[in-house]
């Protein structure tokens, strides 16, 4: 029945299911690339699902949204909104993976493969990853309308109806978009451009758990209310998260309206994607693809070395990891994420007025108003580490292994040169704010000290827990986010548990705080001689396979 | 020199490399050929330590490879089939970075890439990024690299991918040059003419297994073969061409 179908719009089913499958196993298909380190043929957890647990995350910080506020369209429009606003990012940043890839062109456009099998194809692949994602960030807020006055399923069904839709016309949209934009633009441009736009996405994730529990503190959402109006036609949310209001019996003409204007724009924009998402367009993005950037003359690139880092492993680590952070967008934007997060948790704890308080003498409100961008400096590391490994030059790495190199001390060497060029002037720019607030020039002092030494220890304990040559493995759709969302838990707890227990007792004492800064000391050196040990003894089972 | 004895190479049910015993002494060039899949590069890859072996030994310039990875390393120039380098960085940021791996100072470094990258015609574009070069200006960069630390034994898997032909012609030379001076080569490649103009003797290994040794001339006399082409195909289990391409011919009439 559903071949029928297909012949009827002109689809062969034998080759659409043959490129379905194809695209749905790159996608769901376990990491099948073999690492430096695990052992040969042990599969990772898919890629695809990976992805689903970021988004998953997002939707866990939304349904607190749904819990604190009673009014269904207000919360339902919000959701959608930020939903919205998340796929069209991942479409984005993704495109030539989620919609249309240019190499397409190369591989079928030599084959009887008709544009509108193509089409069906890739707008069920596309529907799939909708699938996934939305589901994922519905999953928790739809449990939330299913269970939260009674049992009403038909809530929870519709706003996982209402995500999809909206996911789906979102990407529409993007597609629509993104041609007339590579017209204009090239695509390497487009590409830096859309990575911003992912990093704004991933300080969205990590940000919005901290503005949804200020606002929660602040009653701000419980206090808010929304209602369906006729002016409201025109924005997109509403199109779809009127489902949720009209599922529960509430204004019913107005949320059809909505709702048919959704389903209107989508069939649409549908039409218009049609003659879009062809081999025609794939050869398009191609021709695009190849078409060499305008640019100025490449400026020249000696190599100087990096003062610390004048020799050897050191000298090598320092040299591939500033000149990737100064070409490798990938790179640099997860490193330069940390900007954008500690203004906003800086402005959070200054929200409430009174500066940041001097621990050595008001630990509780230095407590109060600091913990986020303590946070933020848990996370750095975490974020660091992570960005250093995977690569697109991963492939580059063989050189590692094919040199007398000691792949121990490339691995600490990199550690180090993460610590000196990036998480050290970090933690002196926490310093110089300090010193705007602290009662003290010693007290700073000091607590920069002790910040930089358990700064240290978490890269320490990262290098230990997962030793990787730097740039080394290869960036899979949505491994990076879910291995760093584990990490920053882990970290931003440990880090803060820390601070308050200095703080509240440490801090008190100037005994306490000479023996907590020599500890530390210690403990760094300790940690030293055991990552040395840890990572040289792993470094022997590293092993490069393409 | 190369020596190499029982060296095996399994991936689970498969093997790749089965029992291959040969040595490679010093001035000599040795062709090593294949066809697709039968086990070149995965010799060549447990040979430069890059993959450990599931049983045998291996010892280049008198260490064994995987007991003393390290000096063997020290000693050894390798350019991979693949040939992927950090494109971010520069020709001279990029052999300065190598170097570092060797650890080779930096001064003697720079006179040395200097040296290399100018033999091959590319110094001028030293501080350019690798990203903005050609394949075969890569392929340049790649050799300098490998020939950088002044290695006793060199390993060579497709080295003349991309190249022109003055660049071919250049590192065809150099091999020899090289050889002359002592070095032990180790030339892994697809292009028998190459081979056969170059190399001093010629290992053809099949599934994994050495199937023949000796000069060009040797193996087209021991196979009573009229080139070293016919000899390949005759050993590596392919059929008479002719008698093939008739069956190929028939087959798609029939299909």
């Known amino acids: 029945m559903i071949d029928r179908g297909l012949r009827r719009f002109g689809v062969d089913p034998v080759q659409f299911r043959a490129l379905l499958r194809t695209t749905l196993k790159v996608d769901f298909r376990a990491g099948m690339i073999k690492s430096t380190v695990r052992k040969p043929g042990k599969r990772r957890f898919p890629p695809m699902l990976q992805l689903a647990l970021f988004h998953g995350f997002l939707g866990l910080v939304l349904s607190a949204l749904v819990i604190a506020n009673a009014n269904l369209f207000l919360t339902a429009t919000l959701l959608i909104g930020v939903v919205m606003f998340s796929i069209a990012t991942s479409v984005l940043v993704e495109f030539q993976a989620v919609i249309i890839q240019p190499e397409d062109y190369e591989v079928l456009a030599p084959r009887p493969v008709s544009s509108r099998t193509y089409f069906a194809a890739r707008m069920a692949n596309l529907l799939a990853y909708l699938g996934v994602t939305s589901t994922a960030i519905g999953l928790f807020p739809s449990l939330v309308y299913t269970f939260r006055n009674g049992f009403q399923p038909q809530l929870g069904a519709a706003i996982l109806i209402a995500i999809l839709g909206a996911a789906v016309m979102v990407s529409l949209l993007v597609i629509f978009f993104y041609v007339h934009l590579m017209r204009v633009v090239h695509p390497k441009k487009l590409l830096r451009v859309f990575s911003y736009l992912q990093l704004l996405q991933s300080f969205l994730v990590y940000g919005s758990g901290m503005v949804f529990s200020m606002m929660l503190d602040h009653r701000i959402i419980q206090d808010l209310e929304l209602h369906m109006e006729a002016w409201m036609l025109v924005l997109p949310p509403v199109w779809f998260s009127s489902l949720v209001p009209l599922a529960a019996g509430e204004k019913i003409w107005l949320s059809l309206a909505a709702l048919l204007t959704g389903a209107g724009v989508i069939a649409l924009l549908g039409m218009y994607v049609h003659g879009r998402l062809s081999l025609e367009y794939a050869a398009l993005l191609a021709r695009q693809r190849e078409r060499s950037e305008r640019r100025a003359p490449s400026t020249a690139h000696r190599p100087s070395s990096v003062p610390l880092f004048g020799r050897g492993e050191a000298r090598a680590a320092a040299l591939l990891i500033r000149n990737q952070f100064k070409y490798d967008i990938k790179f640099r934007l997860p490193v330069l994420a940390i900007v954008p997060l500690t203004i906003l948790y800086l402005l959070t704890g200054l929200s409430s007025g009174g500066g940041l308080a001097d621990p050595f003498v008001s630990p509780a409100e230095h407590v109060s108003k600091t913990t986020l961008l303590y946070f933020a400096l848990a996370f750095f590391p975490v974020l660091l580490m992570a960005a250093m490994v995977r690569s697109d030059s991963w492939q580059a790495s063989w050189i590692f292994h094919a040199t007398p190199s000691d792949k121990g001390n490339l691995v600490l060497a990199m550690k180090d040169v993460l610590m000196v060029l990036f998480v050290l002037p970090y933690v002196l720019a926490l310093g110089i704010l300090f010193a705007v607030y602290f009662n003290s020039i010693q007290h700073v002092v000091v607590h920069v000290l002790i910040l930089a030494l358990l700064s240290h220890c978490i890269m320490q304990l990262l290098v230990m827990a997962n030793p990787h040559l730097p740039f080394s493995r290869p960036l899979r759709k949505g491994e990076r986010s879910s291995g760093i969302f584990v990490g920053i838990i882990i970290a931003a707890v440990g880090m803060t548990a820390t601070i308050n227990l200095l703080a509240r007792w440490i801090y008190t004492s100037p005994v306490g705080t000479g023996a907590t800064l020599v500890s530390l000391a210690v403990l760094t050196i300790i940690f030293e001689k055991l990552a040395a040990r840890r990572v040289r003894r792993k470094a022997a089972d590293f092993q490069f396979t393409m | ?255």
């Open chain 2, 1 to 255: 020199m190369i020596r190499i004895t029982d060296l095996t190479k399994r991936f689970e049910e498969t093997v790749a490399v089965d029992h291959i015993t040969l040595s490679v002494y010093p001035g000599e060039i040795l062709g090593f050929l294949g066809p697709n899949g039968a086990g070149k590069s995965t010799t060549v890859k447990m040979l430069t330590g890059m993959l450990q072996p599931t049983s045998g030994t291996a010892e280049i310039a008198g260490f064994d490879v995987q007991r003393f990875p390290i000096e063997v390393k020290k000693r050894i120039g390798y350019i991979p089939e693949s040939g992927a380098m950090y494109e971010n960085l520069s020709p001279a940021e990029y052999l300065d970075f190598v170097a570092s791996l060797y650890h080779i100072d930096p001064v003697v470094a720079e006179s040395r890439y200097c040296e290399l990258l100018d033999l091959f015609g590319i110094l001028h574009a030293k501080d350019q990024r690798l990203a903005e070069f050609s394949k075969g200006m890569k392929q340049k960069v790649l050799i300098s690299s490998a020939l950088l630390h002044r290695p006793e034994v060199l390993f060579l898997d497709e080295p003349l991918n991309g190249l022109d032909a003055n660049a071919a012609m250049v590192v065809k030379e150099l091999l020899k040059k090289l050889a002359a001076q002592g070095k032990t080569i180790f030339f892994s490649s697809h292009i028998l003419e190459v081979v056969e103009r170059i190399c001093t003797r010629i290992i053809i290994i099949d599934r994994g297994q050495q199937i023949i040794a000796g000069t060009a001339r040797s193996i087209v006399e021991d196979t009573d073969s009229a080139s070293l082409e016919d000899a390949f195909s005759r050993i590596t289990g392919v059929r008479d061409t002719e008698e093939l391409t008739s069956e190929f011919m028939a087959a798609l009439e029939r299909v």
